[in-house]
């Protein structure tokens, strides 16, 4: 019986030059591979032979490739081999001289259709999300106005978010031109919901993370409130990346870790360089209306006995600086 | 007198102005000042006054005392150009002249890179070596090689209001001058003694006698205010004795810098013993807040310009006249405080935080790092005071030279009202710890909320 067999040649880069529907026929000669205009599949190789491989059919209807007595052979998975077999539903790769043939045979089971899921899938979500996040990242740009300029509340909000979605539109464009290069998608609906969910998640944290450390006291809870942050950028970078990358779940979460921790590393440096000045009486935090605070506060004379080792502190600067 | 002390007691000398305004300076006074080109031709001024020629009588008095006055020079290394100078003048017999400190400060403080010399004027120059100091009077006793000037004879009683004084010293670089002017007596409102010269002084005069009409010292020549006319200082003769009596026991060169830091802390200790036990307070918007602790603390209080629409700012602001000159560049001994009181009519309580905070960090910033003190180190903690919580701050640093010296600074933020709060700051500079820790003490407990 006649098989059909589909052969691609690719170049080194893996761009296909070539694709050829042949017939190996049953009896029949074999298909010749090689540099000669006689063959039947026409390498244009200078390390290909004028007759290289040979493919036929074998015993119990299995498609095999042989090579015909080359210098440089046939390479089936990074081996060297005089011959192989020719299995397997999405082709079998080999390398004959510097070209690359992809050979896929009718003997071959055919795999079932896969589904597109991401096309499949209902964007209601995305866009809920987007819309959220972004009115709840507008809402913190007017609340922060409303609270911090009082006299300028409506110019303040519009110079905050006129900012904010600046940064945003940079970030936003980075993800959704990635996907449309990578997996030739956009993923408008998807990569908006994750930036502005985010985003919104953040600002508000650490709004609550500042009433909570006034409400208690406990700078811990600010401590608390950074890394919360932290945790959200990871999750949001390994969303991004899975949707536009073609990575997988462990690298992306790799990176989504590495990227957050470097840069939490980074700021933190920079502060101790830079933002952090000791020369200066520490600022206050954030302060808010005193009926938030839960703080029971300190007996004068604890405080003062607590602040004896401030005496120690300020000698070791003292021969720390000599 | 150095340059840069000039300008250094520019603040300091202030509150000497408003007891001079009271006291209308003599026409005569103010028709003294010499021309420099004057100096060694003073017949060319032979004018006629009330009380006869002016500088006949300067004339016999410099005769008087030419020989018991020299300059007092500075150099760095083994420069021979001069890096500072002043004036010095005997006072007890074997050579031993009394200056001020802050002319010898950087020899007392560095003596491995600063040499005194004297140079008499007529050609005679040898080494000058540090016998004693008394920096919270800024004298010092220095031991001169190889000379002998006759003593200059001190009069402990301060000069009455109007009396003729006369002052020698070598200003800038022209020469051994005198000038003449009035006395006004003890300053008011300091913590330091000083008496109050309406005559002129300039730099280099530092350290050199102020004479009663009888060649008698009644006071050393130490500071002048650039901000007014004719107002100098000196400091009152009474502090020479016990100077002269600390002389049978000398500091060794490297014994100087401890001394000096010693007599810091005592000079604070004095400063906060003379406050009462609890600090007297006034009121604004129902917060009773410290005030004029003590004669020596002046305070303004203003209406501050608010930051934003429907918030009233009052400020008040206070300081002791008593900063020291430890060496250039370095003041301190001295402590301020001050408060924003802030006021909300139509502001929400979380905008009102928010200014309350703005207000807060302003006055964190306001006190500056310096080279001569380490960074600070800061404790914070929400403290029940009198009726109310306070966010109090509190941060010392310690000074890199002189051991068991502190800058005590406290923030305190009021947290009990919704729209309505202040923001507290003091500083003390120049302090041992503990009377630091005190002090701060007696601050918070005296702040109470009245309503």
Request: aromatic fraction near 8%; glycine fraction near 8%; charged fraction near 20%.
């Amino acid at each position: 019986m006649d098989t059909l067999v589909l052969i691609d040649v690719l170049d080194s880069h893996g761009m296909m030059l070539s694709r050829q529907r042949l017939v190996l026929q049953n009896p029949g000669p074999p298909l010749v591979i090689g540099r000669d205009l006689a063959c039947d599949v026409v390498l244009n190789d200078p390390y290909v032979a004028a007759r290289h491989a040979a493919l036929s059919l074998r015993e119990g209807e299995t498609i095999g490739i042989a090579d015909l007595g080359t210098i440089n052979g046939l390479i089936v998975g990074d081996e060297r081999v005089r011959q192989a077999t020719i299995t397997g539903p999405t082709g079998t790769n080999v390398q004959v001289g510097h070209s690359h043939l992809r050979i896929r045979t009718a003997a071959d089971a055919l795999a079932a259709e896969r589904p597109d899921l991401e096309s499949l899938r209902s964007r209601y979500w995305e866009y809920a999300v987007a819309v959220i996040g972004g009115v709840a990242c507008a809402g913190f740009a007017g609340f922060t106005a409303w609270i911090g300029s009082p006299d300028d509340t409506a110019a303040d909000f519009v110079n905050t978010l006129l900012r904010g979605a600046a940064i945003l539109a940079v970030w936003f464009a980075l993800w959704v031109s990635l996907g449309r290069a990578v997996r030739s998608r956009w993923q408008w609906s998807g990569n908006a919901a994750i930036a502005l969910g985010a985003t919104a998640l953040c600002l508000w944290l650490w709004w609550a993370a500042d009433v909570a450390t006034f409400a208690s006291g406990m700078a811990r809870l600010r401590w608390l409130g950074a890394n919360l942050i932290a945790v959200v950028a990871a999750v949001t970078i390994y969303l991004h990346l899975r949707r536009a990358t073609r990575l997988a779940r462990l690298q992306s979460a790799v990176i989504a870790t590495v990227i957050p921790v470097v840069a939490s590393l980074a700021y933190l440096w920079f502060q101790q360089q830079y933002a952090v000045d000791t020369r200066y009486v520490t600022p206050p935090g954030k302060i808010f209306p005193p009926s938030w605070s839960r703080q029971p506060g300190v007996r004068l004379d604890k405080f003062f006995d607590e602040s004896l080792d401030l005496r120690d502190a300020a000698d070791q600067q003292r021969m720390e600086a000599r | 007198m150095a340059q840069n002390q000039a300008d250094a007691q520019k603040s300091g000398a202030s509150p000497a102005m408003p007891a001079a305004d009271g006291d209308p300076l003599p026409a005569e006074t103010q028709a003294t000042p010499l021309p420099s080109a004057a100096l060694d031709a003073d017949e060319g001024l032979d004018l006629e006054w009330d009380q006869g020629p002016v500088s006949a009588a300067a004339r016999r008095m410099l005769d008087r005392v030419r020989s018991s006055v020299v300059r007092i020079r500075g150099f760095y290394g083994t420069n021979r150009s001069e890096a500072f100078h002043g004036t010095a003048f005997a006072v007890a017999p074997g050579g031993l002249l009394l200056t001020n400190y802050h002319v010898i400060a950087r020899a007392a403080l560095s003596p491995e890179a600063y040499r005194l010399e004297y140079d008499t004027g007529d050609g005679r120059v040898g080494t000058v070596s540090i016998v004693v100091v008394d920096v919270a009077h800024d004298l010092a006793l220095v031991r001169a090689d190889k000379l002998a000037p006759e003593p200059l004879k001190v009069r402990s009683e301060n000069p009455a209001r109007g009396d003729r004084i006369y002052t020698v010293g070598f200003p800038l670089n022209l020469g051994l001058v005198i000038t003449e002017g009035i006395g006004n007596g003890r300053l008011e409102n300091e913590f330091s003694p000083r008496l109050y010269y309406a005559g002129p002084m300039n730099p280099g005069m530092s350290g050199g006698p102020a004479l009663d009409s009888r060649g008698r010292v009644v006071g050393i020549n130490v500071a002048f205010s650039t901000r007014g006319q004719l107002i100098s200082f000196l400091v009152p003769a009474e502090f020479v004795a016990p100077l002269l009596e600390r002389a049978a026991a000398p500091l060794g060169a490297s014994d100087l810098r401890s001394e000096v830091a010693k007599q810091l802390r005592n000079h604070q200790a004095e400063v906060l013993a003379a406050l009462p036990a609890s600090f007297p307070t006034q009121t604004a918007a129902g917060y009773a807040l410290p005030a004029e602790l003590a004669p020596f603390v002046d305070c303004t209080a203003i209406a501050g310009a608010p930051p934003v629409k429907g918030l009233l700012l009052q400020s008040v602001a206070c300081r002791a006249n008593l900063a020291l000159s430890v060496e250039p560049g370095l003041q301190t001994g001295d402590f301020q405080f001050g408060h924003d009181v802030l006021v909300a009519d139509r502001l929400s309580p979380l905008q009102f935080a928010e200014q309350l905070r703005q207000v807060a960090a302003a006055a964190s910033a306001r006190l500056k790092p310096a080279p001569y003190v380490t960074d600070y180190v800061c404790k914070r903690d929400t403290v029940n005071l009198n009726r109310l919580q306070g966010v109090v701050t509190l941060c010392v640093r310690s000074y890199r030279l002189y051991e068991g010296l502190y800058d005590v600074t406290m923030v305190v933020i009021s947290l009990n009202e919704p729209r309505q709060g202040f923001v507290s700051a003091v500083t003390l500079r120049g302090v041992d710890f503990a009377a630091g820790m005190d002090f701060s003490r007696r601050y918070l407990r005296a702040i109470r909320w009245t309503r």
